[in-house]
């Protein structure tokens, strides 16, 4: 088992469309562009510097720390050479959508490890995400509530709701040892949005086992190290997928999935791809399970902050 010392904590977080909002399939990349845009406004105190390196506020500035993050000093592993970030949106892969005004757009935000004193300012943000204008139309959100939720069990606490003054700052803490086990020898893991993890240099399209083990390990063990307690660095990370071929492949249905964003320079586009569908395992899944319920929370593969990489665990008789 891979040693980590990582919290978080998930968000469900509920807007109201003021005026109609057209979202693609994919609204992930749109979400949190406006999120950033948000949060860079009320936080940057050094608006006339193109990019945050160099910026002498970067470790404490909540902008900073959530959209370029720095490395901790004494890690130079080449897997962190663009640190991951500690805000994760959980924004499933659906059809094209249309909110209609008074109509609500509920996704999932995950706060982890350092970010977690931010969270004054990241709700704060989440009250002006959709102030600007969202989607196709430009149309515009307003912050219904955001709760707290403990995924596994059902517990939930309300943060913030949108015309109250009063706020909860102590949202539910998750840590690896609070997920729940597996114990079936077959699971099945449905991927909500496209998964993009390497194999051999290229996009995997067939996604054995130890290949999801392997990106899962460079996720998790990448926040760990950068947002967590470091006890993941230096660890033993050939064990796991060496034990993972014991694990096999039963069924496995996959499609590609793809989807146009803006990229970094103005009329920029890049593409999202990955691969959605279903997969089925078979084997002891016993030393895999926090890895495998903390990327069920957290995503893998590339594009995973903004919801890209997420799946479902289904445990099957």
């Avoid at 067939?206 to 990106?215: E, H, S, T, Y």
Wanted: glycine share 12%; aromatic share 6%.
């Amino acid at each position: 088992m891979l040693p980590l010392d990582l919290s978080f904590s998930v968000l469900r977080v509920t807007l109201t469309a003021r005026e109609e909002v057209r979202l693609p399939p994919f609204p992930g990349s749109k979400l949190e562009g406006a999120f950033g845009r948000a949060l860079y406004r009320l936080a940057c105190t050094q608006p006339q510097r193109e990019t945050c390196v160099g910026c002498p506020l970067r470790s404490i500035c909540p902008y900073g720390l959530s959209y370029a993050p720095a490395l901790p000093t004494g890690i130079t592993a080449s897997s962190l050479a663009t640190p991951p970030r500690p805000v994760v949106f959980r924004v499933a892969y659906g059809a094209e959508q249309v909110i209609r005004t008074g109509e609500s757009l509920t996704f999932g935000l995950v706060v982890v490890g350092a970010a977690l004193p931010q969270l004054p300012y990241l709700l704060a943000a989440l009250r002006e995400v959709g102030e600007q204008g969202i989607g196709r139309t430009g149309g515009r959100l307003e912050l219904e509530e955001v709760v707290s939720v403990q995924p596994y069990t059902g517990q939930e606490m309300t943060l913030l709701r949108g015309g109250d003054v009063t706020v909860h700052l102590t949202p539910l803490l998750m840590r690896p040892a609070d997920l729940p086990a597996i114990s079936a020898a077959r699971i099945r893991v449905q991927l909500r949005s496209p998964l993009h993890v390497k194999h051999g240099g290229v996009m995997a399209e067939d996604i054995q086992f130890p290949v999801l083990i392997r990106a899962l390990q460079r996720r998790i063990g990448n926040l760990e190290q950068v947002h967590g307690g470091c006890q993941s660095l230096g660890a033993d990370f050939g064990t796991l997928p060496t034990l993972a071929q014991n694990v096999q492949t039963t069924y496995q249905y996959l499609r590609p999935a793809s989807q146009l964003r803006k990229g970094r320079r103005p009329g920029e586009k890049t593409s999202i791809e990955g691969v959605m569908g279903t997969l089925e395992y078979v084997g002891d899944f016993t030393p895999f399970a926090s890895l495998l319920r903390l990327g069920e929370q957290l995503g893998v593969g590339k594009w995973a902050h903004f919801g890209a990489g997420l799946y479902d665990i289904e445990e099957l008789p």
